[in-house]
């Protein structure tokens, strides 16, 4: 991928709209960004991750925050791509989220948007346009920012990081999560098995806690070793001997207890049959007053019915004599209710005369009332005619006033369309402000930049002026402290040779000049010059010496500026007062013309901001003028309506009074009344008697009926008093009793209680010959049946047995219970850790292999996987960084194993051919680590490219490092670079440094002010 052609209008520090050609670097492989900080050249990267993967280069950067400071909502912001891309070319357009210029109104919320144009298509969806150029690209955004985007510092933490950091680097890079994720699945499952191993050993040791037996030396030993298959073998043989003792335990224990319900039966019948014997004295006693008893019982029921029989006939008797006093009553009743009705009947065939002609006096009536009826519509008639000619007359007056209003309404329209004519022409003229506007600050722009860069000039050529007073001053203070320094140097040297001589014997040789004769010795001064003061004087010259050779750089890079800045505003320096005042006033100028501008357009604003509210006094004054229109078509249809409907009505009326017989309504109100009156009097007469005499016509009915029912009861009556009174006489005969048989009926308690007793008595006598034959059926079975009491002596030994043989069998069985418990824990625990001692040794030791043990120096599966990987970047980097060091330095993956047991495999040493050892990375000096860390950089750039299918990405971004290398190393750095131009790639350079501009030719340049940044390209 390479890029083509970058746009960006109101795009971070960049206001205006600027355009980057990269393709005037076709000559040049290697191009410089410079500029100020902060004035936008990291800028540039992210305007085209964002065009490409729709994100900025760098994590602190928001994508939706990429809109100019300086720009306002008017501004539009946006980036446009244009990328080659094996001979195809490419573009991408998006526009963040933003507030921008309306189409409708001044300003909008703009959404973001894409436009991704290929051969044959163009995609506007987001999130297809982001797919298809990954795809196109071959890279992520992250690989992307790996491979072509080397940001500030990144790559030496890289060169510096110890194993554990550079693998957190390369498993995001290299995707090797899947070797992590199979390091951690092996500890965990190893892990899991050594829990469950302990867990088993654990429960085993439990197990054999359980285990109850008497001294076994064999199985001690067994438990002590941990030997299962001997402890199981010695447990189930003890299982064996115990369960044959149980059951020796439970045969003695039931024979006992048969014995001990054999015994308990015996005494239970022998005692039964004594009380058998004395239970049958009573019920003999008992049975003669039973008998009695019956007797009594047999009497009552024979008295008692006589009674009744005589009861029955006394009550037969007093209903008949009752039944023929009320037959008498009946007779009379009847006789009295035909005399009434015959009197009743006369009167009603009176009033059915007067009720047949009911129905004549019915029809004068409905007669009458359309008489009455054609009155009120006369009436309503009558009341119709008024509404109608008010509503007529109402309607022609507001006719006048909707015609009256609609004329002015129209007129106002009319006015308003005009203004809004005139509205449109302002607007178009506001525009046309607007451009001249923007010319005119583009302008003011380019004047105040120039004007400041002439203020600059002669700030520093007033500082020029004070530097060369001050240069004066240092060199007399630099001659001065020489002067003092080489006299205090040349006493101080004099007064060591006066030492000397003092020193001196005649014959000797002189220690210096090895001479025995010594005429003429060194004499001393009255100086006094010590080492301290000529040291004082030394540093004093050297601080002057440094001082003087500041201010000579300070005035050479001054006076360079000047000319260099002279020659970019294309004047010589001794017209910049001149050019400075020119300027000013043509800035002057512009500032009068942008503000007379604005202050217009100010005005038209104004003027235009009314267009919306005229609008909608257009679009209201429409709507009144259709509602008026409409008013008046209703108006005139309701006094046409209003016409035809009074003429209509007045005819209606005039037949109505044709019909009328009477001449007034009152007059046949009356004569309806009384009509009416006299209906409903005779209709109340007739129904009034109708009901009087269907009732005595029922009363009379019914009295008969009740009479004939009577006269049939009391012959009934009469047959059953006759009945009664035979069979009374026939139960007297044979019941043997004479009159007094009352006297044996007893009361209700009395026979129940005997019943009760007599029954008493025959469950008892029957329970008591049960239980004899039991008794003695059992005693004749018995053997050695012998007295009761030798029966309970026997149950009494065998009572005191039981407990000893039962307290022995519940000591076997809890004992045998729990040693086939214990046998079937060890056996279940001995199947299952089999097979986990199995899986615990293949799967501890892959985990203990793979996540880095002694044997592999702590090596883990993934960072050996990343190894090989780091191994190609180093070969890469290698070629690169032998070029950059005159092939001094070359990496190694270090083999030495660092102190400790943490992460080994992928630290860095560094080999000096020089000295032909290695050494670590941090032993570098700044400028070779750069070096190392570019080529590093470059080394994975390339093994990424590789490991992704062969992509190529033709473009490379190195952000800043440069400073930190002297002359050579920066020449070799450069030559690095442009030997990636036989690979097909463009370079280019994040720097401040002042002497890459002269080593690069090609410049992308940013320079800044207080409107907003521009750039561009310098080939």
Same mark, same amino acid.
């Given at each position: 991928?390479?890029?083509?052609?970058?746009?960006?209008?109101?795009?971070?520090?960049?206001?205006?709209?600027?355009?980057?050609? !990269?393709?005037?670097?076709?000559?040049? %492989?290697?191009?410089?960004?410079?500029?100020?900080?902060?004035?936008?050249?990291?800028?540039?990267?992210?305007?085209?991750? @964002?065009?490409?993967?729709?994100?900025? /280069?760098?994590?602190?950067?928001?994508?939706?925050?990429?809109?100019?400071?300086?720009?306002?909502?008017?501004?539009?912001?946006?980036?446009?791509?244009?990328?080659?891309?094996?001979?195809?070319?490419?573009?991408?357009?998006?526009?963040?989220?933003?507030?921008?210029?309306?189409?409708?109104?001044?300003?909008?919320?703009?959404?973001?948007?894409?436009?991704?144009?290929?051969?044959? /298509?163009?995609?506007?969806?987001?999130?297809?346009?982001?797919?298809?150029?990954?795809?196109?690209?071959?890279?992520?955004?992250?690989?992307?920012?790996?491979?072509?985007?080397?940001?500030?510092?990144?790559?030496?933490?890289?060169?510096?990081?110890?194993?554990?950091?550079?693998?957190?680097?390369?498993?995001?890079?290299?995707?090797?999560?899947? @070797?992590?994720?199979?390091?951690?699945?092996?500890?965990?499952?190893?892990?899991?098995?050594?829990?469950?191993?302990?867990?088993?050993?654990?429960?085993?040791?439990?197990?054999?806690?359980?285990?109850?037996?008497?001294?076994?030396?064999?199985?001690?030993?067994?438990?002590?070793?941990?030997?299962?298959?001997?402890?199981?073998?010695?447990?189930?043989?003890?299982?064996?001997?115990?369960?044959?003792?149980?059951?020796?335990?439970?045969?003695?224990?039931?024979?006992?207890?048969?014995?001990?319900?054999?015994?308990?039966?015996?005494?239970?019948?022998?005692?039964?049959?004594?009380?058998?014997?004395?239970?049958?004295?009573?019920?003999?006693?008992?049975?003669?007053?039973?008998?009695?008893?019956?007797?009594?019982?047999?009497?009552?029921?024979?008295?008692?019915?006589?009674?009744?029989?005589?009861?029955?006939?006394?009550?037969?008797?007093?209903?008949?004599?009752?039944?023929?006093?009320?037959? /008498?009553?009946?007779?009379?009743?009847?006789?009295?209710?035909?005399?009434?009705?015959?009197?009743?009947?006369?009167?009603?065939?009176?009033?059915?005369?007067?009720?047949?002609?009911?129905?004549?006096?019915?029809?004068?009536?409905?007669?009458?009332?359309?008489?009455?009826?054609?009155?009120?519509?006369?009436?309503?008639?009558?009341?119709?005619?008024?509404?109608?000619?008010?509503?007529?007359?109402?309607?022609?007056?507001?006719?006048?006033?909707?015609?009256?209003?609609?004329?002015?309404?129209?007129?106002?329209?009319?006015?308003?369309? *005009?203004?809004?004519?005139?509205?449109?022409?302002?607007?178009?003229?506001? *525009?046309?402000?607007? #451009?001249?506007?923007?010319?005119?600050?583009?302008?003011?722009?380019?004047?105040?930049?120039?004007?400041?860069?002439?203020?600059?000039?002669?700030?520093?050529?007033?500082?020029?002026?004070?530097?060369?007073?001050?240069?004066?001053?240092?060199?007399?203070?630099?001659?001065?402290?020489?002067?003092?320094?080489?006299?205090?140097?040349?006493?101080?040297?004099?007064?060591?040779?006066?030492?000397?001589?003092?020193?001196?014997?005649?014959?000797?040789?002189?220690?210096?000049?090895?001479?025995?004769?010594?005429?003429?010795?060194?004499?001393?001064?009255?100086?006094?010059?010590?080492?301290? &003061?000529?040291?004082?004087?030394?540093k004093k010259k050297e601080t002057a010496e440094k001082t003087f050779n500041r201010l000579v750089t300070q005035s050479e890079h001054l006076s360079h500026q000047v000319t260099e800045r002279c020659e970019e505003l294309?004047?010589?320096?001794?017209?910049?007062?001149?050019?400075?005042?020119?300027?000013?006033?043509?800035?002057?100028?512009?500032?009068?013309?942008?503000?007379?501008?604005?202050?217009?357009?100010?005005?038209?604003?104004?003027?235009?901001?009314?267009?919306?509210?005229?609008?909608?006094?257009?679009?209201?004054?429409?709507?009144?003028?259709?509602?008026?229109?409409?008013?008046?078509?209703?108006?005139?249809?309701?006094?046409?309506?209003?016409?035809?409907?009074?003429?209509?009505?007045?005819?209606?009326?005039?037949?109505?009074?044709?019909?009328?017989? @009477?001449?007034?309504?009152?007059?046949?109100?009356?004569?309806?009344? *009384?009509?009416?009156?006299?209906?409903?009097?005779?209709?109340?007469?007739?129904?009034?008697?109708?009901?009087? +005499?269907?009732?005595?016509?029922?009363?009379?009915?019914?009295?008969?009926?009740?009479?004939?029912?009577?006269?049939? &009861?009391?012959?009934?009556?009469?047959?059953?008093?006759?009945?009664?009174?035979?069979? !009374?006489?026939?139960?007297?005969?044979?019941?043997?009793?004479?009159?007094?048989?009352?006297?044996?009926?007893?009361?209700?308690?009395?026979?129940?209680?005997?019943?009760?007793?007599?029954?008493?008595?025959?469950?008892?006598?029957?329970?008591?010959?049960?239980?004899?034959?039991?008794?003695?059926?059992?005693?004749?079975?018995?053997?050695?049946?012998?007295?009761?009491?030798?029966?309970?002596?026997?149950?009494?030994?065998?009572?005191?047995?039981?407990?000893?043989?039962?307290?022995?069998?519940?000591?076997?069985?809890?004992?045998?219970?729990?040693?086939?418990?214990?046998?079937?824990?060890?056996?279940? @625990?001995?199947?299952?850790?089999?097979?986990?001692?199995?899986?615990?040794?293949?799967?501890?030791?892959?985990?203990?292999?793979?996540?880095?043990?002694?044997?592999?120096?702590?090596?883990?599966?993934?960072?050996?996987?990343?190894?090989?990987?780091?191994?190609?970047?180093?070969?890469?980097?290698?070629?690169?960084?032998?070029?950059?060091?005159?092939?001094?330095?070359?990496?190694?993956?270090?083999?030495? #194993?660092?102190?400790?047991?943490?992460?080994?495999?992928?630290?860095?040493?560094?080999?000096?051919?020089?000295?032909?050892?290695?050494?670590?990375?941090?032993?570098?000096?700044?400028?070779?680590?750069?070096?190392?860390?570019?080529? +590093?950089?470059?080394?994975?750039?390339?093994?990424?490219?590789?490991?992704?299918?062969?992509v190529s990405v033709d473009t490379l971004f190195v952000d800043e490092g440069f400073g930190t290398l002297d002359s050579d190393s920066l020449d070799n750095a450069i030559q690095t670079l442009l030997d990636l131009h036989?690979?097909?790639?463009?370079?280019?350079?994040? %720097?401040?440094?002042?002497?890459?501009?002269?080593?690069?030719?090609?410049?992308?340049?940013?320079?800044?002010?207080?409107?907003?940044?521009?750039?561009?390209?310098?080939?």
């Amino acid at each position: 991928m390479r890029p083509l052609k970058l746009v960006m209008n109101a795009f971070g520090p960049y206001k205006d709209k600027v355009e980057i050609d !990269f393709t005037q670097f076709n000559q040049s %492989s290697l191009f410089l960004i410079s500029g100020p900080t902060g004035a936008g050249k990291t800028t540039i990267f992210d305007a085209i991750a @964002y065009a490409l993967f729709d994100s900025a /280069s760098g994590d602190d950067r928001d994508k939706n925050s990429f809109k100019s400071d300086h720009a306002t909502d008017l501004d539009l912001c946006y980036v446009e791509l244009e990328f080659e891309l094996g001979k195809k070319v490419y573009k991408v357009h998006r526009t963040p989220d933003q507030t921008g210029p309306g189409t409708r109104t001044k300003t909008r919320k703009i959404k973001s948007s894409v436009e991704f144009h290929t051969e044959n /298509s163009v995609t506007t969806k987001i999130l297809e346009a982001n797919q298809e150029i990954q795809e196109l690209i071959g890279l992520t955004y992250e690989q992307f920012r790996q491979i072509v985007m080397l940001p500030q510092g990144a790559f030496k933490k890289m060169l510096e990081s110890n194993s554990r950091q550079k693998e957190e680097i390369f498993r995001n890079i290299f995707e090797t999560d899947i @070797y992590g994720y199979f390091q951690e699945e092996l500890k965990k499952k190893a892990k899991t098995l050594s829990d469950q191993r302990k867990k088993y050993e654990l429960a085993l040791q439990e197990a054999f806690k359980r285990i109850d037996s008497e001294e076994n030396e064999t199985l001690d030993k067994a438990i002590a070793q941990l030997d299962v298959k001997t402890v199981l073998s010695e447990l189930d043989q003890i299982i064996k001997n115990e369960n044959e003792e149980l059951k020796q335990i439970r045969t003695h224990l039931s024979d006992f207890q048969e014995e001990k319900v054999r015994q308990v039966r015996l005494i239970e019948m022998l005692g039964k049959r004594d009380a058998l014997n004395e239970e049958k004295v009573k019920l003999d006693e008992q049975e003669k007053q039973v008998d009695q008893y019956k007797t009594q019982l047999v009497n009552h029921e024979k008295a008692e019915k006589l009674v009744q029989l005589q009861k029955n006939r006394q009550d037969a008797k007093t209903e008949k004599e009752t039944s023929e006093k009320r037959l /008498s009553e009946l007779n009379e009743k009847i006789q009295q209710v035909k005399t009434e009705r015959a009197t009743v009947d006369e009167r009603y065939k009176s009033i059915s005369i007067a009720y047949k002609k009911l129905d004549d006096v019915r029809k004068e009536v409905l007669k009458l009332n359309e008489e009455l009826n054609r009155f009120e519509i006369e009436k309503d008639k009558t009341i119709q005619l008024s509404a109608l000619e008010k509503r007529k007359n109402e309607s022609q007056v507001k006719k006048e006033q909707i015609t009256e209003q609609h004329k002015q309404l129209k007129d106002k329209h009319q006015s308003v369309k *005009t203004a809004l004519t005139e509205l449109s022409k302002t607007r178009e003229k506001l *525009t046309a402000c607007y #451009k001249v506007l923007s010319t005119k600050k583009d302008e003011q722009n380019q004047l105040n930049q120039r004007l400041n860069n002439l203020k600059e000039v002669s700030q520093w050529r007033e500082q020029g002026e004070e530097l060369k007073q001050a240069f004066q001053a240092a060199e007399q203070t630099l001659d001065k402290a020489r002067a003092e320094w080489q006299s205090a140097k040349s006493t101080y040297f004099s007064q060591l040779s006066v030492v000397l001589a003092g020193e001196l014997e005649e014959g000797k040789p002189c220690p210096v000049c090895g001479s025995t004769e010594h005429p003429t010795k060194a004499q001393a001064k009255s100086e006094d010059i010590t080492k301290e &003061r000529v040291d004082t004087f030394e540093k004093k010259k050297e601080t002057a010496e440094k001082t003087f050779n500041r201010l000579v750089t300070q005035s050479e890079h001054l006076s360079h500026q000047v000319t260099e800045r002279c020659e970019e505003l294309g004047i010589s320096p001794k017209d910049i007062q001149n050019e400075k005042e020119k300027v000013e006033e043509n800035t002057e100028a512009v500032t009068e013309k942008i503000n007379i501008l604005q202050d217009e357009i100010k005005t038209e604003e104004a003027a235009v901001k009314q267009e919306e509210a005229l609008t909608k006094e257009l679009d209201t004054l429409e709507k009144k003028e259709r509602e008026a229109a409409e008013g008046l078509y209703k108006q005139v249809s309701i006094i046409e309506n209003s016409e035809v409907r009074l003429i209509e009505i007045s005819k209606e009326i005039a037949d109505l009074k044709e019909k009328q017989v @009477y001449d007034s309504k009152e007059q046949v109100l009356e004569l309806v009344v *009384t009509k009416e009156r006299a209906i409903k009097e005779t209709e109340r007469q007739e129904k009034t008697t109708r009901e009087e +005499l269907n009732r005595l016509q029922n009363t009379l009915a019914t009295a008969e009926t009740e009479r004939n029912l009577t006269e049939k &009861r009391i012959k009934e009556l009469s047959e059953t008093e006759e009945k009664l009174k035979q069979t !009374f006489r026939e139960r007297m005969e044979t019941s043997g009793f004479q009159d007094d048989f009352a006297d044996a009926v007893l009361q209700e308690e009395l026979v129940e209680k005997r019943k009760k007793e007599i029954q008493t008595y025959r469950e008892a006598r029957a329970i008591h010959t049960n239980a004899v034959k039991e008794v003695a059926d059992f005693l004749e079975k018995a053997d050695s049946v012998d007295s009761k009491e030798a029966h309970e002596t026997r149950l009494t030994e065998i009572e005191a047995t039981i407990p000893e043989w039962e307290i022995k069998r519940d000591r076997y069985i809890q004992k045998t219970s729990q040693n086939q418990s214990a046998q079937e824990t060890i056996q279940k @625990y001995q199947k299952q850790s089999e097979y986990i001692e199995k899986d615990y040794q293949l799967y501890g030791e892959l985990s203990r292999m793979a996540n880095g043990a002694k044997e592999t120096d702590y090596v883990s599966f993934e960072r050996y996987v990343l190894g090989i990987y780091f191994e190609e970047i180093l070969d890469a980097a290698n070629t690169r960084l032998a070029q950059m060091t005159n092939n001094r330095y070359e990496m190694h993956k270090k083999v030495e #194993k660092a102190k400790g047991a943490g992460p080994q495999g992928l630290d860095i040493d560094v080999f000096d051919h020089h000295t032909g050892k290695a050494r670590g990375v941090s032993t570098l000096s700044g400028g070779e680590t750069f070096k190392a860390s570019l080529a +590093l950089a470059l080394g994975l750039s390339d093994v990424i490219q590789s490991q992704n299918g062969g992509v190529s990405v033709d473009t490379l971004f190195v952000d800043e490092g440069f400073g930190t290398l002297d002359s050579d190393s920066l020449d070799n750095a450069i030559q690095t670079l442009l030997d990636l131009h036989e690979h097909g790639r463009l370079v280019g350079i994040i %720097s401040h440094v002042e002497e890459l501009k002269t080593r690069i030719q090609s410049h992308i340049i940013v320079e800044k002010n207080t409107s907003g940044s521009q750039a561009y390209v310098q080939a």
